[in-house]
């Protein structure tokens, strides 16, 4: 058959103005099915562990010493190895951290590298491989139970131990490995662990971390954990006992996983006493080692050594650090079900900050997480004060924040110390033990951690300014450039915008989840059982998403799609709002099948008639032909006498940003009146693009505004409300020219409204002095400017300010003609474009 193009025209037409067409359909509801790895019986569709899950073990013994001298660490270990798995297994896989810094290591290899005009010295060495750092684990034997050599093969920072039998089901395997490693200066290397050197009074401080060999991970998902160290996606570990004896110069104080055994023999009489009196102290902490004797101890160097000896039982690691500068304080804390011990450990570079938050955002973070999980189980958490780093380990952690060398810190440097605290600290719980796989999802310990940090906050510290883990905390990230934004579910080694990807989305989401989409009762009680079902187990990503839904109820495949597996942003616009009233006239009832138009409450303003004057609509009698064989009758009239006086609001919303969302919308009624009004998400389940919905009230709406709050995360708030309140619209009649006679003053307060693509930006622009010679600034959310190149011709003003471009700064050209008392012109970006600006004197 021959179609002619008249008729393929008008096919095309109709496709594109049926908004149920199929191409539309972007599956935004449909289950997740194939994302997810089919159910069984180790890991149910529920969610849960299954009747056959099973996790190995690893027990360690190991004795550790530091030479204070040089630096070098030396270990030997007896590991334990249990297989509780169905499978025999010929060999056993160990993880060699340390190796991420051994000659030719995967991690330097393939980093990107490039020469700019000016670098820093220290960051160039680092940038090319230029530092002279003997890196790396030296292994020194490996050997079984016996004292046999076993053979052993190392693949980077993966070392294969063969036996010379297979591992059977249910059996164990014991072996030893002996090693050292030079420690390296974290100031020059970074990383985590390591020293710093603290010229002034010649001493060091030890954070060790991934210090020994550990054993990998083999579990029914991935079989042996298989993926290299190569620095972002951290760790995979196995729980087991862990008994460590660490040698250190006599005069060092030891923080560590676990308990300490022998307190009696490596403390003082005093300091005994008062760590026994911290563990019934609850309301503040006690000092076990005070600043003064710190600094007294800072002093000299013992030439003698002692050992500490720590135990701790179900962890997934083990770290510690070592110094003769620290003071220590700790308290405990009362929970429903336990006491741990909150304890600080920090040199005195860290007061008077440290001893004012750091036990106390312990005891905070304590509280709050095992109200919305489970008590915490360990016996001690512990902070320890390590420049320039926020580190997590089992009930340890490392973290920055330090005054200025007198003492003094800002409300900044106070903020980011508790947030680093509450956050590690936080650690414990996600992924120490709900110990999901570092190794492959950042956001299945960072987003979950990062969103219970933000919550341990907003309860505990109501004074801090909340962004971070928030849906407006995100806004500028997920509307960014697609091309550097991939989704949640993106392996560890492959995220772009590490921070926003893995920390700041995935909290935002669980934040909308809870306040928007499940509300707090059923999301608490879901995330609860989550954490319950997996603590001390190796959860995946689909038991989290597959226990939110089995605990609650809520269908969340289309949640997990878009914010998880998706780089969409929630962008919803309210584009068009009618008002109409029924005709109350007899006759009308009559007058069937009529189609009437809508009184538009327009943007702007322009037709503001539309506000007083809704358009008319009938209401007919049901007809005895859509009642088929039912005998009974609707009563018409009483329908018609319910909603005779109402006013009735057909929004349509169309979604902009293409992820799906709730929405959460609120009327301003012309009495000043309020009421919002929730729509769940699946409103769009049958046109993902453009839906409408009418809603009716006894008073008459003046205005609608979508997400005045900002809960869900929308990046465009311009198009949010309506009518519009739009200041460049009200503008749109401005029509002067450039006149360089004109006489014209600019002293004073301008509003200020810029249009930029992120939608409006609002400030103030103040002028002071007389022409020719003003001084001005500009003020926005952004923060505050001084103008420079500050001209008037005529009646055009030209001004400029620079802005920090992280780490560059940006020039940006301002022109705007001056009428009256308005100005309208342009804002010009170096290479990035321009927008409008408008304002009015105040
Ligand atoms: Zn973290």
């Known amino acids: 058959m021959k179609i002619s193009r008249v008729f393929l025209l008008l096919a095309m037409l109709i496709a594109a103005g049926n908004s149920w067409a199929q191409e539309d359909w972007e599956k935004k509801f449909e289950q997740l099915g194939q994302e997810l790895p089919t159910p069984n019986s180790y890991r149910t569709g529920s969610g849960a562990p299954g009747e056959a899950y099973w996790q190995q073990r690893a027990d360690y013994k190991i004795n550790v010493s530091i030479d204070d001298k040089t630096q070098v660490l030396t270990g030997s270990e007896t590991i334990t190895y249990h297989n509780n798995s169905p499978h025999p297994l010929r060999y056993l896989w160990v993880q060699l951290d340390q190796n991420v810094r051994a000659k030719d290591n995967l991690s330097d290899q393939t980093k990107n590298s490039s020469i700019r005009d000016s670098t820093a010295a220290k960051f160039f060495a680092s940038n090319v491989n230029a530092i002279d750092y003997d890196g790396g684990f030296k292994i020194k034997s490996v050997k079984d139970a016996s004292g046999k050599d076993l053979p052993h093969m190392i693949n980077r920072t993966m070392m294969r131990v063969d036996l010379a039998t297979p591992l059977k089901t249910g059996e164990n395997f014991t072996f030893s490995i002996d090693w050292s490693y030079n420690i390296y200066d974290r100031m020059l290397i970074g990383g985590r662990g390591g020293y710093e050197y603290f010229p002034s009074d010649d001493n060091y401080a030890y954070t060790c971390a991934q210090w020994y060999p550990r054993m990998a991970v083999y579990d029914d998902y991935e079989g042996w954990q298989n993926k290299q160290f190569i620095g972002r996606g951290e760790f995979a570990l196995t729980f087991g006992n862990f008994e460590v004896n660490i040698t250190v110069p006599s005069d060092h104080i030891v923080a560590a996983t676990g308990t300490l055994e022998n307190a009696k023999e490596v403390l003082t009489k005093d300091q005994y006493d008062r760590l026994q009196k911290a563990k019934s102290t609850y309301d503040a902490p006690v000092f076990i080692v005070t600043e003064k004797e710190a600094r007294e101890k800072e002093k000299s160097k013992s030439s003698k050594t002692a050992t500490w000896q720590f135990k701790a039982d179900?962890?997934?690691?083990?770290?510690?650090?070592?110094?003769?500068?620290?003071?220590?304080?700790?308290?405990?804390?009362?929970?429903?079900?336990?006491?741990?011990?909150?304890?600080?450990?920090?040199?005195?570079?860290?007061?008077?900050?440290?001893?004012?938050?750091?036990?106390?955002?312990?005891?905070?973070?304590?509280?709050?997480?095992?109200?919305?999980?489970?008590?915490?189980?360990?016996?001690?958490?512990?902070?320890?004060?390590?420049?320039?780093?926020?580190?997590?380990?089992?009930?340890?952690?490392?973290?920055?924040?330090?005054?200025?060398?007198?003492?003094?810190?800002?409300?900044?440097?106070?903020?980011?110390?508790?947030?680093?605290?509450?956050?590690?600290?936080?650690?414990?719980?996600?992924?120490?033990?709900?110990?999901?796989?570092?190794?492959?999802?950042?956001?299945?310990?960072?987003?979950?951690?990062?969103?219970?940090?933000?919550?341990?906050?907003?309860?505990?510290?109501?004074?801090?300014?909340?962004?971070?883990?928030?849906?407006?905390?995100?806004?500028?990230?997920?509307?960014?450039?697609?091309?550097?934004?991939?989704?949640?579910?993106?392996?560890?080694?492959?995220?772009?915008?590490?921070?926003?990807?893995?920390?700041?989305?995935?909290?935002?989401?669980?934040?909308?989840?809870?306040?928007?989409?499940?509300?707090?009762?059923?999301f608490d009680a879901s995330f609860k059982e989550y954490a319950n079902r997996w603590k001390f187990k190796h959860p995946k990503p689909a038991d989290f998403f597959r226990t939110m839904e089995d605990a609650s109820a809520v269908d969340l495949d289309w949640f997990w799609r878009g914010w998880f597996y998706g780089i969409d942003n929630v962008d919803v616009s309210v584009d068009e709002v009618k008002w109409y009233r029924m005709r109350n006239e007899e006759g009308d009832i009559e007058n069937k099948g009529r189609t009437v138009a809508g009184g538009n409450m327009t943007a702007g303003g322009s037709d503001a008639t539309g506000l007083d004057n809704p358009e008319p609509f009938s209401l007919t009698e049901t007809s005895d032909r859509f009642y088929g064989e039912f005998m009974n009758r609707v009563d018409d009239k009483a329908i018609m006498a319910k909603l005779a006086d109402k006013n009735f609001y057909q929004i349509k919303f169309t979604n902009q940003g293409g992820l799906v969302t709730p929405l959460i919308i609120e009327f301003t009624f012309k009495d000043g009146t309020k009421q919002t009004e929730k729509i769940p998400a699946e409103i769009w389940r049958m046109n993902e693009k453009e839906v409408t919905k009418v809603f009716y009230f006894d008073k008459e709406v003046a205005s609608v505004a979508l997400d005045p709050e900002e809960l869900t995360g929308d990046t465009n708030l311009k198009d949010n409300v309506f009518p519009r309140d739009d200041m460049m619209s009200k503008f749109d009649s401005f029509r002067a020219t450039a006149d360089a006679n004109a006489n014209v003053e600019i002293a004073g307060t301008w509003s200020f409204v810029a249009d930029t693509p992120q939608g409006e930006t609002k400030g103030e622009l103040i002028f002071d002095g007389k022409k020719g010679k003003y001084k001005g600034t500009l003020t926005t959310d952004m923060g505050s400017y001084d103008l420079r190149d500050i001209t008037l011709s005529g009646n055009v003003l030209k001004f400029t300010f620079d802005v920090d471009g992280g780490g560059q700064t940006i020039a940006i050209n301002s022109e705007a003609i001056v009428d009256g008392d308005r100005y309208k012109g342009k804002m010009n970006i170096q290479s990035m474009g321009s927008f409008e600006i408008v304002g009015m004197k105040q």
């Open 314 to 522: 179900m962890v997934r690691d083990f770290a510690f650090a070592s110094s003769r500068k620290y003071i220590w304080d700790a308290q405990a804390v009362k929970l429903p079900t336990a006491t741990p011990l909150a304890m600080s450990f920090y040199p005195k570079e860290g007061n008077p900050l440290w001893e004012r938050e750091s036990t106390k955002a312990i005891k905070n973070t304590l509280e709050v997480y095992s109200e919305r999980t489970f008590d915490y189980p360990y016996p001690v958490a512990i902070s320890v004060n390590a420049a320039n780093q926020g580190m997590e380990y089992p009930m340890i952690c490392f973290n920055y924040g330090r005054p200025d060398a007198k003492g003094n810190y800002s409300d900044r440097v106070r903020d980011g110390n508790i947030s680093v605290i509450v956050h590690e600290v936080g650690h414990n719980y996600f992924p120490m033990i709900v110990n999901s796989d570092e190794r492959q999802w950042t956001w299945m310990d960072e987003g979950l951690n990062t969103f219970l940090e933000k919550e341990t906050k907003r309860e505990r510290y109501p004074e801090l300014d909340l962004v971070w883990g928030t849906p407006k905390g995100v806004v500028s990230y997920m509307k960014g450039d697609k091309k550097y934004i991939r989704p949640i579910m993106t392996n560890s080694e492959q995220i772009m915008q590490f921070g926003p990807n893995a920390y700041g989305k995935p909290a935002a989401a669980l934040t909308v989840l809870r306040e928007v989409v499940m509300g707090p009762e059923l």
